[in-house]
């Protein structure tokens, strides 16, 4: 997709305007949040459970050279083909080679943020490939030609009203009930995986003792993905190797009550290495993407680090606030919510996401929801702190606010000359920051905070 980023002022602006849109946002991301809470009561010691995973993905982190080197050994000795990318220009030629090689007319897809990432599909399109999304909400959001809006739920922007709408005209497929409209999509694609020349998905994890990806799922179209194709290709970022099945066990623990709310998701599949002489079923030919698309300048930044930690539960989406407001396309690129400002500003080109770390109230509630404790405000006030356009003016006030006497002086110095700040929002390289706060101190507040306080401190000692 069209990475636009740099109008997430206007496109938040806009969705915040839209109540249509709050109101699918509030009940989806409410439904969430009850399903989660109830599964995560039910679980004994789970901050247990939550330590365990923390240290699986911290542990594979610290050791992700040498976990992927195991993995690409294992794998290769199984008889996968692994495949190493710089960016996603690379990953793009990989994938559009392989499906070539294999010539592969129709194609399946898994639901895949990765895949969206690389923009994967209008290359494989160009190359006169017929491509079909087989999430269900991947499914609608490519009926619509939109992108998808959530990390888990790709069509959480979207009502009943306009699935119906949109089967109608894109599909000629009429239905009113949820289950109904289920079942049309169901039919529509089960031909296509039976035609399919090759299936392509992401993966939730890759285990670098055996050479296995895991993939996690609901609705089969997985499963269906990877087993009817003779060629499947799974894509994967650097950081989702683990080092062996415990370390998989101890985040398939947390990763579904955290994501749905399910104790275990319905489909957990291990792929490990192509069809074997006399087995019936299974790809005959395997890959594996490795993508990096700058990752590993991440990896070596100690502060922003346990970004890559991140198994994609999506929880921190259903309760941030910002989220609930403008949902997922305001955020201009693929990964929305409170990882998704800090993926997009880590990954993409530095003038091209300037505004998205501001865009956080810095309430915490996503820090206290992830399971694995990723401090996504704190990390985000790492990328304004470092941000260019308005690094000088942090920079002065964090050093003013080391020494009271100088940051008292220059308060009152400024008070002296503009007593109710109306002069700070124009001057010069203020205008960033000021777009989103509100600078003027209330006029009815005659005396500063400090002499307030002061004031009150020497009545309550009298």
């Known amino acids: 997709m069209e990475v636009n980023t740099q109008n997430f002022r206007s496109l938040a602006e806009r969705a915040s305007a839209n109540k249509r849109l709050r109101g699918v946002l509030d009940h989806a ?9 109830a599964s995560m009561d039910a679980l004994p010691h789970r901050e247990e459970y939550f330590a365990r995973a923390r240290a699986a993905r911290f542990n594979a982190l610290a050791h992700l050279p040498e976990l992927l080197e195991e993995l690409e050994k294992n794998a290769t000795a199984l008889g996968t083909k ?5 960016d996603a ?9 392989i499906a070539k090689a294999a010539n592969a007319k129709v194609i399946v897809k898994g639901k895949s943020m990765i895949t969206e990432e690389i923009a994967l599909n209008p290359a494989l399109e160009a190359m006169g490939a017929e491509v079909w999304e087989t999430d269900l909400g991947e499914f609608i959001v490519q009926l619509a030609g939109e992108p998808p809006s959530h990390i888990i739920a790709p069509a959480l922007h979207k009502s009943r009203e306009d699935v119906v709408k949109l089967f109608a005209e894109k599909l000629n497929l009429h239905g009113e009930a949820i289950p109904e409209l289920t079942m049309l999509a169901r039919h529509a ?19 670098a003792s055996t050479g296995s990806v895991v993939l996690v799922e609901n609705e089969g179209n997985i499963r269906m993905s990877t087993t009817c194709p003779r060629v499947h290709v799974a894509i994967m970022s650097i950081e989702k190797v683990v080092a062996d099945f415990e370390a998989v066990a101890d985040i398939l623990r947390v990763l579904p009550r955290s994501t749905t ?9 291990v792929l490990t290495g192509p069809r074997l ?28 680090r346990q970004t890559l930690a991140c198994v994609r539960c999506g929880a921190c989406l259903n309760v941030c606030p910002v989220y609930q407001t403008i949902g997922g396309h305001a955020y201009g690129w693929i990964y929305p919510g409170p990882i998704g400002a800090l993926l997009s500003t880590l990954l993409l080109p ?13 309430c915490g509630a996503c820090h206290r929801t992830c399971p694995l404790s990723i401090n996504h405000p704190q990390a985000l006030l790492t990328l304004r702190a470092r941000e260019k356009g308005g690094s000088i003016l942090g920079r ?7 020494h009271p006497h100088a940051y008292r002086a220059a308060v009152g110095t400024a008070r002296a000359v503009d007593p109710q700040l109306d002069l700070l929002p124009r001057l010069p390289g203020l205008s960033g920051l000021t777009g989103f706060v509100e600078a003027r101190r209330p006029p009815e507040l005659k005396k500063s905070f400090t002499a307030r306080r002061r004031s009150a401190a020497k009545k309550e000692r009298s």
Not at 353 to 362: K, M, S
Request: glycine share 10%; net charge negative.
């Open 29 to 37: 991301t409410r439904h969430f949040q009850r399903c989660r809470q």
């Open 82 to 86: 692994v495949h190493w990318a710089h």
């Open 89 to 97: 220009a690379e990953a793009r030629d990989i994938v559009t080679g």
């Open 189 to 207: 694609l089960r031909e296509k995986f039976l035609t399919a020349d090759m299936g392509i998905t992401g993966a939730n994890m890759a285990v």
């Open 261 to 269: 709310g399910q104790r275990m998701s319905s489909y957990v599949s």
């Open 277 to 304: 002489e006399g087995e019936t079923d299974g790809a005959q030919e395997t890959h594996i993407v490795i993508l990096d698309n700058g990752r590993s300048r991440v990896l070596g930044d100690p502060e922003l």
């Open 350 to 362: 530095e003038d091209k996401t300037r505004d998205l770390p501001y865009g956080c109230t810095l």
């Open 396 to 402: 002065a006030h964090s050093l003013l606010a080391r």
